[in-house]
């Protein structure tokens, strides 16, 4: 269809591009074939290279030079076999390279949603090395010797921290709350405050959610204010549940009020009505005493009686991605007994770094030590601070180092589910750009074999150090050195 001339007059036209259809179709016609721009590739290049990867390469190499001369973005061709293929090795490299790779996270954000959020210790990878390599109890009772449950590997490890009756695990929070309504209201009415139908990253909608699950949404209150009679008002005799959403990523200040746990459990009561929470980020610990927010725990919602209670596994809790469902033995028992559970249920590597990451939990000081997310976030800034000049020091004080890279105090933030915003002191190593401007440096590191991902910040170039691993701190450095051999100053 694209060779059809009356078509190409039309694209022509339209974009009133300056080629005309004939040199578009003499640049399409000097396009390399694919099998001989293989068959002269360098015997170098594709060594140790699956044939399969190289052609799809080269033909997806082509193919995007055909698209770009049909849409008029190009009116010339890269000149002679040389200049080819060193466009086709550059594309079969990357073909070959896993897509999946490791960054260095230069923002500061701890729980970085774009990034991976939460990072696993080495403790809790052997966890995984273990359960990836062997055969393990998953689902076999070794007491009985018969059939057991994944589940039952952390339920009483999560109850314990939680002060839940009964707990499940499934893939997501998303997942948890989906499955949560779908078991409990399905067919039913859910009373939701208008303040708390938000959108999380992700396309994460509590309306929408709501709507899958077969729930019905009944929206009281006021965006900024929601009363408990607003509550008590909605009720009808197809109530199944009252639920309260953590509204995360988005604050409403001012002329605010929302009902606590502790009134929506005590109007649930009166009408026989579970309460429900989706806490999001949920937290095991109190964060406060190291400048976070004072958030409600997990033990503290829990202890409130909310009869169902949602969190992510990999937000503050700092351990795989995951949805846990804490409460009430008789309403995770109808959970479990939803047939969609199977659907959304963990496997073995979740069940394995979950369990590693909860038992840490059990000593508050040890998981500090050994949940990463944990450990950089309660990280001192003098600590931060130490860590700059130690990367200074390595990059030696010549001229250039101290005109270009300036340590300085800067703010991080948590990411993530409760506390996105939340401001942490750090330093950063700011940087000048050089003619190319912030966002062209920015680019630069984007681009390194192992990219570094900083955040710009008026006009410069500023990498957070509260984010950057101690393991990595070489690879920082060579990634600096890197930035000062590019442009003389
Ligand atoms: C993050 C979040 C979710 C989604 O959790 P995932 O683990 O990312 O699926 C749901 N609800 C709230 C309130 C959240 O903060």
């Not at 004939?22 to 290279?49: G, H, M, T, W, Y």
């Not at 709501?210 to 197809?238: P, Q």
């Not at 095991?284 to 409600?296: F, M, N, Q, V």
């Not at 890279?405 to 940087?431: C, D, F, N, R, Y």
Request: aromatic share 6%; charged share 20%; with cysteine.
């Amino acid at each position: 269809m694209l060779y059809e001339p009356c078509y190409w007059n039309i694209m022509h036209l339209e974009s009133s591009l300056l080629l005309t259809m004939n040199d578009q179709s003499i640049l399409l016609r000097q396009l390399p074939k694919i099998d001989l721009a293989v068959n002269d590739l360098p015997l170098e290049v594709v060594f140790d290279i699956p044939p399969a990867i190289v052609k799809s390469a080269v033909r997806g190499t082509i193919e995007s030079f055909r698209q770009r001369i049909l849409s008029g973005v190009i009116t010339s061709l890269p000149q002679g076999q040389e200049e080819w293929n060193t466009i086709f090795t550059a594309a079969i490299h990357k073909k070959n390279s896993p897509n999946l790779q490791k960054v260095l996270n230069g923002t500061g954000v701890v729980i970085h949603t774009n990034l991976g959020r939460s990072l696993l210790g080495s403790e809790t990878m052997q966890a995984l090395l273990t359960a990836g390599t062997h055969y393990t109890n998953l689902e076999f009772d070794l007491d009985t010797g018969k059939r057991g449950s994944r589940y039952s590997l952390v339920e009483e490890i999560i109850c314990d921290l939680t002060g839940a009756e009964a707990a499940l695990v499934v893939n997501n929070n998303a997942a948890a709350v989906l499955l949560a309504l779908n078991s409990l209201a399905f067919g039913k009415e859910t009373i939701v405050s208008r303040g708390q139908l938000v959108e999380i990253g992700g396309s994460f909608r509590i309306p929408d959610i709501m709507t899958r699950s077969g729930a019905t949404l009944v929206e009281v209150g006021a965006t900024n204010r929601t009363h408990l009679f607003d509550y008590e008002r909605a009720i009808t005799e197809d109530t199944a549940l009252l639920l309260k959403v953590h509204t995360s990523n988005f604050r409403v200040i001012g002329f605010t009020s929302e009902v606590s746990a502790l009134d929506m459990v005590t109007l649930g009561r009166a009408h026989g009505l579970p309460v429900m929470e989706d806490l999001g980020s949920g937290s095991l610990i109190d964060l406060s005493p190291w400048g976070l927010p004072k958030e409600p725990t997990v033990q503290e919602i829990v202890n409130a009686g909310v009869d169902v209670v949602t969190f992510s596994g990999d937000k503050l809790l700092g351990g795989p991605q995951a949805g846990l469902i804490v409460g009430r033995t008789e309403m995770i028992t109808r959970i479990k007994k939803n047939p969609m559970n199977r659907a959304l249920r963990i496997d073995k590597f979740t069940l394995a770094s979950l369990e590693s990451v909860l038992r840490f939990y059990y000593d508050l000081e040890k998981a500090r030590e050994k949940v990463p997310t944990l450990a950089l976030l309660t990280l001192s800034p003098e600590l931060i601070k130490k860590k700059g000049q130690k990367i200074l020091r390595r990059l030696g004080g010549a001229r250039k180092v101290k005109d270009r890279i300036q340590l300085l105090p800067t703010v991080s933030k948590v990411g993530g589910g409760a506390m996105p915003e939340h401001g942490l002191p750090s330093w950063s190593l700011v940087l000048q750009p050089g003619s190319g401007g912030a966002s062209e440096l920015e680019r630069f590191f984007r681009t390194l074999p192992v990219p570094l991902i900083g955040r710009i910040e008026e006009e410069k170039m500023v990498l957070d150090l509260r984010t950057i691993l101690d393991d990595d701190l070489s690879l920082f450095v060579e990634s600096m050195n890197s930035y000062l051999q590019r442009e003389p100053s």
